[in-house]
């Protein structure tokens, strides 16, 4: 018998943040998938998780835990998906660990996902992000960080994690070559030129932002750090205040993803080229960015327009007499 909690260890130490150098945010969300796979097996084994066998997590217990998450915690599709997903990573990285485990390991990656529904993006029109952009009041601190946050967070279309971390000497604004440098996913950089306006915004933050022992660019009100529960809430706040000059925000979900969707719809219209939404949001791969191309009527509308419909034949609908289709009904 293998023990687990080794190589649990080394998956969450080693491999993920520094052999695959994935994100911060994705490594949590694989190990708050692991947390509920082990609190499952330990009520199903009466067994701690730290005395737990490899060869006791078997593709039974995973099917098992898989619909214990639909059935019990009510998890959809895509949230079931995500747990398999950092269970099928583990076992990829145990099948060479231990290759006495390659049968176990093979019955598990065999596991289909479970088909989701795909969605449109969620995204705001200009005059809705427009609004939001208006309600930070420039003549205070905190004004002027939520305008610059706001406004670069949605042109540059930043992840949310990108923007928190965003750093000072991240920034450059000489006035021909404003840009900033974003550490994205998987430690990738890019970089992205600023619009006058935005060199603007930023300019008028780090002018009042004082000194700080934190390097990232904007910090919360005690001069640390900025969280992603910050800057969700910082939003959640400013689209609630510009629901009264933007009515239709009040059925909007406005998440900080929502930003980067907005950003990228602009794009897409403006460029009508998906590559380059592809090389400014800082994808991984061209597919990533189909969602878009689904959710931008603008091609759909020309193909309909180029469309020669064939002629329909004439003709009106004429009602049976009431009486004649009584009697044949009889």
């Known amino acids: 018998m293998t023990q687990l909690a080794p190589h649990v260890a080394t998956f969450f130490q080693v491999r993920l943040p520094l052999e695959r150098q994935l994100s911060p945010h994705t490594c949590d969300s694989y190990a708050y998938a692991f947390q509920l796979l082990l609190g499952f097996a330990h009520r199903q084994l009466k ?3 730290s005395a737990l066998e490899l060869e006791q997590i078997d593709a039974p217990l995973i099917l098992a835990f898989l619909e214990y998450l639909e059935s019990e915690r009510n998890n959809g599709p895509v949230s079931r998906n995500t747990r398999l997903a950092a269970i099928k990573s583990f076992m990829r990285f145990v099948e060479h660990r231990v290759p006495s485990s390659i049968d ?3 019955r598990i990656l065999a596991i289909p996902e479970k088909r989701s529904d795909q969605r449109l993006v969620k995204h705001l029109t200009v005059a809705e992000m427009q609004a939001v952009l208006n309600i930070p009041d420039p003549r205070t601190r905190i004004g002027v960080r939520d305008r610059a946050m706001l406004h ?3 042109m540059a279309g930043l992840r949310v994690s990108e923007l928190v971390n965003l750093r000072l000497n991240d920034v450059t604004l000489c006035s021909s070559k404003a840009a900033i440098l974003i550490r994205g996913k998987g430690r990738k950089e890019r970089s992205l030129p600023l619009t006058g306006e935005t060199t603007n915004a930023i300019r008028s ?6 000194p700080s022992a934190a ?5 919360n009100s005690r001069g640390s750090h900025l969280t992603r529960a910050g800057f969700e809430y910082v939003l959640n706040k400013h689209v609630r205040a510009a629901t009264a000059q933007c009515p239709s925000l009040s059925s909007r979900r406005v998440s900080p993803h929502c930003l980067r969707h907005t950003c990228a719809m602009i794009i897409l219209r403006a460029t ?7 090389l400014w949001l800082g994808h991984a ?6 969602i878009y191309t ?5 091609d759909k509308l020309e193909t309909l327009e180029a469309l020669t419909p064939p002629n329909l034949r004439r003709g009106r609908f004429q009602a049976p007499d009431k009486l004649m289709d009584l009697l044949k009904k009889a």
């Open 47 to 49: 067994v701690s998780p």
């Open 104 to 106: 176990q390991v093979r």
């Open 152 to 154: 670069i967070g949605f």
């Open 205 to 210: 933050w780090i002018g009042v932002r004082g």
């Open 215 to 219: 390097p990232e660019l904007f910090l």
């Open 272 to 278: 009508r080229d998906i590559r380059k939404v592809s």
């Open 285 to 290: 791969s061209i597919q990533s960015t189909e």
């Open 294 to 298: 689904q959710a931008d009527p603008t």
